[in-house]
């Protein structure tokens, strides 16, 4: 008579399942076991730190209106938060290069400060109120994303070293997708924990201590990660130095172009951007819940648009989907005007998630088609260099325009800039082939 | 009609096993069609939920090995190209998402000899 599987059995088949799964999949038991177990740490600390920015992004503009904060503040806080991400890109390159423990960057930066910063939002409340608790939020919400930018080529060199280039497609594709899942997950559940609470502020505080555990979680699994030795290099971070990126920009007239015309679009972008969830909440009267759902639902609607948009930026080209989803996306906010109760808010975040699925994966493979291997870390630090100023712009005047002539007013400023925005990116940028520039 | 006789009475000598990324399935397939291989497709899995490999089975006489692995080897050119990381931390709205350079649309090609084929 055959025997039933033990629970010890299925105990190790679990356990075997979870190994697999957090390495990336079945194909790793090829790489050494120190790899596996880096791509293991690596997993959970993704895993654990997309469950912290879920509360963190969806939530942090609806805790300080809780705590009090105007509109013109809420942009001001994310104009701060751009301007600190712009100072401290040159020190993060410089840091990554010339310092031998990438690690500890990363561990100290975005996974100390910034989870430090996240614990403060939990225990603001009992300090501070008021004014005095909106001040103190703004300069944690400027420390986390500024350290957070920080470590990022700290990050972005370390991840290159640990995770062999050949099968990376196929781990961040498994990575990317329990990121997802859980990001979507712990949105869900935030939500719902603000809205049950017995006080709003309450509720917000419950939320970021679980940020905040998810944090520290992915801090300590990024921390045991087994960084390869490496000499400090000084030479690399010439790329970033303010008169090579002057002269980047002079050199090549189509890369400045498309840096105008991402200026405009961001520019436009953030004059509404930081402003839609305070919308949801203060003229539709949507629940927390209700605005974690609805930002879900734009999520999900870009998992399949990136496999759309994919196949025709092969067939059309980078510069083609750029603009078709360029054309498109000034309607949205344009949309939101009309709308009276939360689920209106829906079809549009369907329709905003499929194109900026496009429009994320487009621009993006243009920048990589105008620019060549050489120039591209250049490239790439102007261009975030160019959005993030015109977002900090783009916010602040935002905060302005919505206080004084109310959410309407901001939909469609923002609507036409972003037009202004694709059309200087149809007159002035010339379209390219779809080619890698690492092919 | 002529070409689908003509494939059915070649000699079948080697099986020809490729394993590649699903994504580049449906462009090999077509070319291997279109210049008259019989081929058999099988889904495997690999990585979790996402990224898929495929097995194709494809019989051939040896004088056609070197022009399959030619075609093989100019559809799944290993290339690099960014993918979303998905990072650690957040950014500032608006930035670009952070990428990294992979290595994508590798093939893995083994010739077996066969020992009997038959058509029916």
């Given at each position: 008579?055959?025997?039933?599987?033990?629970?010890?059995?299925?105990?190790?088949?679990?356990?075997?399942?979870?190994?697999?799964?957090?390495?990336?999949?079945?194909?790793?038991?090829?790489?050494?076991?120190?790899?596996?177990?880096?791509?293991?740490?690596?997993?959970?600390?993704?895993?654990?730190?997309?469950?912290?920015?879920?509360?963190?992004?969806?939530?942090?503009?609806?805790?300080?209106?809780?705590?009090?904060?105007?509109?013109?503040?809420?942009?001001?806080?994310?104009?701060?938060?751009?301007?600190?991400?712009?100072?401290?890109?040159?020190?993060?390159?410089?840091?990554?290069?010339?310092?031998?423990?990438?690690?500890?960057?990363?561990?100290?930066?975005?996974?100390?400060?910034?989870?430090?910063?996240?614990?403060?939002?939990?225990?603001?409340?009992?300090?501070?109120?008021?004014?005095?608790?909106?001040?103190?939020?703004?300069?944690?919400?400027?420390?986390?994303?500024?350290?957070?930018?920080?470590?990022?080529?700290?990050?972005?060199?370390?991840?290159?070293?640990?995770?062999?280039?050949?099968?990376?497609?196929?781990?961040?594709?498994?990575?990317?997708?329990?990121?997802?899942?859980?990001?979507?997950?712990?949105?869900?559940i935030?939500g719902q924990v603000i809205t049950l609470a017995v006080s709003p502020?309450t509720g917000?505080?419950t939320?970021?201590?679980?940020?905040?555990?998810?944090?520290?979680?992915?801090?300590?699994?990024?921390?045991?990660?087994?960084?390869?030795?490496?000499?400090?290099?000084?030479?690399?971070?010439?790329?970033?130095?303010?008169?090579?990126?002057?002269?980047?920009?002079?050199?090549?007239?189509?890369?400045?172009?498309?840096?105008?015309?991402?200026?405009?679009?961001?520019?436009?972008?953030?004059?509404?951007?930081?402003?839609?969830?305070?919308?949801?909440?203060?003229?539709?009267?949507?629940t927390p819940a209700?605005?974690?759902?609805?930002?879900?639902?734009?999520?999900?609607?870009?998992?399949?648009?990136?496999?759309?948009?994919?196949?025709?930026?092969?067939?059309?080209?980078?510069?083609?989907?750029?603009?078709?989803?360029?054309?498109?996306?000034?309607?949205?906010?344009?949309?939101?005007?009309?709308?009276?109760?939360?689920?209106?808010?829906?079809?549009?975040?369907?329709?905003?998630?499929?194109?900026?699925?496009?429009?994320?994966?487009?621009?993006?493979?243009?920048?990589?088609?105008?620019?060549?291997?050489?120039?591209?870390?250049?490239?790439?630090?102007?261009?975030?260099?160019?959005?993030?100023?015109?977002?900090?712009?783009?916010?602040?005047?935002?905060?302005?325009?919505?206080?004084?002539?109310?959410?309407?007013?901001?939909?469609?400023?923002?609507?036409?800039?972003?037009?202004?925005?694709?059309?200087?990116?149809?007159?002035?940028?010339?379209?390219?082939?779809?080619?890698?520039?690492?092919? | 009609?002529?070409?689908?006789?003509?494939?059915?009475?070649?000699?079948?000598?080697?099986?020809?096993?490729?394993?590649?990324?699903?994504?580049?399935?449906?462009?090999?397939?077509?070319?291997?069609?279109?210049?008259?291989?019989?081929?058999?497709?099988?889904?495997?899995?690999?990585?979790?939920?996402?990224?898929?490999?495929?097995?194709?089975?494809?019989?051939?006489?040896?004088?056609?090995?070197?022009?399959?692995?030619?075609?093989?080897?100019?559809?799944?050119?290993?290339?690099?190209?960014?993918?979303?990381?998905?990072?650690?931390?957040?950014?500032?709205?608006?930035?670009?998402?952070?990428?990294?350079?992979?290595?994508?649309?590798?093939?893995?090609?083994?010739?077996?000899?066969?020992?009997?084929?038959?058509?029916?």
């Amino acid at each position: 008579m055959a025997q039933k599987p033990s629970l010890s059995f299925f105990w190790q088949r679990l356990k075997r399942g979870a190994a697999l799964v957090s390495a990336g999949g079945s194909w790793s038991v090829q790489l050494p076991g120190e790899v596996q177990r880096n791509l293991r740490w690596y997993f959970f600390d993704g895993v654990l730190a997309s469950s912290q920015e879920a509360i963190n992004l969806t939530y942090l503009t609806l805790f300080i209106l809780a705590l009090g904060a105007s509109k013109a503040q809420i942009g001001l806080m994310t104009s701060l938060a751009s301007l600190s991400a712009v100072v401290l890109l040159l020190p993060g390159a410089l840091l990554a290069e010339r310092f031998g423990q990438r690690k500890w960057i990363v561990v100290a930066g975005g996974g100390g400060v910034t989870r430090l910063a996240i614990l403060g939002l939990a225990l603001l409340p009992f300090f501070a109120k008021g004014q005095q608790a909106v001040t103190i939020v703004i300069l944690f919400k400027v420390l986390m994303d500024g350290f957070s930018n920080l470590s990022m080529p700290a990050w972005t060199a370390l991840t290159a070293e640990i995770i062999p280039i050949a099968w990376r497609g196929r781990y961040f594709g498994s990575r990317n997708m329990v990121m997802s899942i859980a990001n979507m997950l712990v949105t869900l559940i935030a939500g719902q924990v603000i809205t049950l609470a017995v006080s709003p502020i309450t509720g917000y505080q419950t939320v970021y201590a679980l940020a905040f555990a998810f944090g520290i979680g992915a801090t300590f699994c990024f921390a045991h990660l087994q960084e390869p030795p490496r000499q400090p290099d000084a030479s690399a971070t010439a790329a970033y130095t303010p008169a090579s990126l002057l002269k980047a920009l002079r050199e090549n007239a189509d890369f400045r172009n498309f840096c105008i015309s991402q200026m405009v679009w961001n520019f436009g972008l953030n004059i509404a951007g930081p402003f839609f969830a305070v919308y949801q909440v203060e003229n539709l009267h949507a629940t927390p819940a209700e605005v974690g759902i609805l930002s879900i639902i734009s999520s999900l609607a870009g998992i399949p648009a990136v496999r759309f948009f994919g196949g025709l930026n092969d067939r059309w080209g980078a510069y083609k989907v750029t603009l078709l989803t360029g054309l498109l996306i000034p309607l949205v906010p344009v949309l939101w005007i009309f709308t009276r109760v939360p689920w209106h808010v829906a079809p549009i975040n369907i329709t905003s998630g499929i194109l900026w699925a496009g429009y994320g994966l487009a621009s993006f493979n243009f920048l990589l088609s105008i620019s060549k291997a050489e120039t591209l870390p250049r490239f790439t630090a102007l261009f975030q260099i160019s959005v993030a100023v015109a977002t900090a712009a783009g916010a602040a005047l935002g905060g302005i325009i919505v206080q004084h002539l109310g959410f309407p007013a901001i939909f469609l400023t923002s609507g036409l800039l972003r037009l202004v925005g694709i059309f200087v990116f149809w007159r002035m940028v010339r379209p390219r082939n779809p080619v890698s520039v690492f092919s | 009609m002529a070409q689908e006789r003509h494939i059915n009475d070649e000699q079948v000598d080697r099986l020809v096993v490729i394993i590649l990324a699903s994504e580049q399935v449906g462009e090999l397939s077509n070319r291997l069609v279109k210049k008259g291989y019989r081929l058999t497709l099988v889904n495997t899995s690999s990585g979790f939920m996402q990224a898929g490999s495929t097995c194709l089975l494809v019989g051939i006489n040896h004088g056609r090995e070197d022009d399959l692995i030619g075609l093989i080897g100019s559809v799944c050119r290993t290339h690099r190209q960014f993918i979303p990381a998905g990072g650690t931390f957040s950014l500032p709205g608006g930035l670009p998402p952070l990428m990294i350079e992979a290595e994508v649309g590798s093939a893995y090609v083994f010739t077996l000899e066969v020992e009997q084929y038959e058509f029916f």
